[in-house]
């Protein structure tokens, strides 16, 4: 699977769009871009995926670029619930057996 | 619909001594996963099973090992337990492992 770099932490302030970005400049034609975060102690939890086009569902919007080299998560208006580690992942979908590569993440934290 | 179940949620073991986890997936799940997680390594897969048959296996040493049964639950079982094994376990369930995986809330092991 290929390689995702995330920035370490982010803030956002209560109310505001979250942009979290994700670069995979290595990523395969037949890999998907998966998002999930992680809330203190909980499992992570799954949000959103995508393969080229953009896709949006009742927890945020995934922007992928043209060239899918790159990639934003979006949490419309962030509550200090969304404080969590999110975690960019790639993988390819197959019936072959799957693994997700966690990497740090982001440490996103909303300030009221 | 209820989640995926991990039994018990907190469990201390002495070194040397075996130890036994559950996961109950969501009904209709067919994939189960594990995953180590621990403050050093993050989140590490272990191993995948899929109708009752291993399909995918992480970098643990065989004293870490799993299996399937037919109504999909999952146990892993520690054999030799050793300081470095204490940590969080978590399971996740996905249909067939292409799509979205559910995670548990986990097993908090700690090896004294």
Known sequence: DAKTTQPTSMDCAEGRAANLPCNHSTISGNEYVYWYRQIHSQGPQ??????????????????????????????????????????????????????????????????? | KAGVTQTPRYLIKTRGQQVTLSCSPISGHRSVSWYQQTPGQGLQFLFEYFSETQRNKGNFPGRFSGRQFSNSRSEMNVSTLELGDSALYLCASSFEGIDGYTFGSGTRLTVV
């Open chain 1, 46 to 112: 799954y949000i959103i995926h995508g393969l080229k086009n953009n896709e949006t569902n009742e927890m945020a919007s995934l922007i992928i670029t043209e060239d899918r080299k790159s990639s934003t998560l979006i949490l419309p208006h962030a509550t200090l619930r969304d404080t969590a580690v999110y975690y960019c992942i790639v993988r390819a979908s197959t019936t072959s057996g799957s693994r997700l590569t966690f990497g740090e993440g982001t440490q996103l934290t909303v300030n009221p």
